[in-house]
């Protein structure tokens, strides 16, 4: 079964447009990625070639921040597709961050999790693929969105409480003028962090009738979608996504996959694999991304992939690698680049 990356992507047909305000051209864009010139015309397009466009307009606009935040105002809401025509037109903020989250789903590869805790939500930026993140402009793009998202659909000149980029991108000031908050580089993740209360601001552009037309038609797709992946992929995503801290229950997969526990132990049986054996490729796989990240200390990763004792996670990743994770990590990732002066990442919280 085809991984979450694997997946092809639609462009938004407005894409090529916005573009073309911006004064870059679609041939240009194709040229700079090294694709045929038919791509252009493709309603979709396979992940290596959504990634090589994005740096390519990335390249041709210059400088990281003024492309971001360009492309996301210049985008016009009359070429949104129905999976974003369904969270503009939600009844308020917090109701299409969420129809975001979860129609996000149809268009790989990007993925949202959304948490609300005291007076924030945070909306981290996920990828199906633990090895494979998208390009720095499409990071960027994608949370300048959902701050979009809600200026236009609350009609509001709305604030971040704080963007976090795991990579530095472009100017700062043209950054932190767009979103309204203080920008952070080097961070641990790439996450949006919002007021909660502004989530409660109607949404003037609400349409019950578009998204009674519009809900069922996404949800089918979404059901096509889910019936398509093999369990285990399923199973390994949510693993992925509970890690942080401790071993995920079975059960807690089960309930969030709609089945019981015997259920999905027998569906895995019939995918000649077990829970256990899909925990340990999950782990084996986030500690290889953790790792390429010398951001992360070792303790971090550990804690990370579900290990509270760091000597259970060197144990662990001597039979995934034959290696320390740090003699791992100083023959797979150079730190050389790194300064001394980098910014902290956030402390992780049980």
């Known amino acids: 079964m085809k991984s979450h ?30 694709l045929p010139l038919t791509i252009i015309t493709e309603a979709e397009v396979t992940t290596a070639q959504y990634f090589a466009i994005w740096q390519a307009y990335s390249d041709l606009v210059g400088d990281l921040a003024k492309g971001i935040v360009e492309l996301a105002t210049v985008f016009e809401t009359a070429k949104y597709p129905p999976t974003v025509l369904a969270t503009y037109h939600a009844r308020d903020y ?39 993140t998208g390009p720095p402009m499409l990071v960027g793009i994608t949370l300048a969105y959902l701050l979009e998202l ?4 609350t009609g509001q000149p709305l604030r971040a409480r704080l963007v976090e980029f795991t990579e ?66 399923m199973v390994k995503r949510i693993m992925k996504r ?5 071993r995920p229950d079975i059960h ?11 259920t999905l132990q027998r569906k895995l049986t019939d995918e000649n694999t077990s829970y256990k054996q899909l925990l340990t490729q999950a782990r084996h796989e986030q500690a290889i991304k953790y790792l390429a990240d010398p951001l ?16 259970s996670f060197y144990r662990a990743f001597r039979m995934w690698e034959g290696d320390t994770p740090s003699n791992w990590r100083a023959a797979n990732v150079d730190t050389r680049s790194l300064s001394v002066d980098q910014p902290e990442i956030p402390t992780l919280q049980k």
């Open 5 to 34: 990356l694997s997946d092809r992507i639609k462009l938004p047909p407005g894409f090529w447009t916005g573009l073309r305000q911006m004064g870059i051209t679609a041939h240009d864009v194709a040229r700079k990625a090294r």
């Open 150 to 153: 809600g200026r236009r659909g």
């Open 296 to 311: 992360l200390d070792i303790k971090e990763v550990a804690f990370l992939i579900g290990y509270e004792d760091q000597n």
């Open 168 to 233: 530095p991108m472009g100017d700062v000031e043209t950054l932190e003028a767009y979103f309204g908050c203080r920008i952070r580089f080097g961070a641990a993740r790439n996450r949006l962090s919002l007021l909660r209360q502004d989530l409660d601001r109607p949404f003037i552009s609400y349409n019950e009738e578009l998204l009674e037309i519009l809900t069922p038609a996404l949800d089918r797709s979404l059901d096509e979608r889910r019936n398509s992946r093999s369990v285990s992929d």
């Open 252 to 262: 807690v997969v089960a309930k969030e996959m709609g089945m019981s526990d015997r």
């Open 242 to 246: 509970c890690l942080t801290g401790g």
């Open 94 to 132: 917090r109701e299409a961050l969420y129809r975001m989250s979860r129609y996000k789903q149809l268009c790989p590869p990007e993925g949202l999790r959304i948490t609300e805790e005291g007076e924030l939500c945070t909306i981290d930026l996920e990828w199906g693929n633990s090895l494979q």
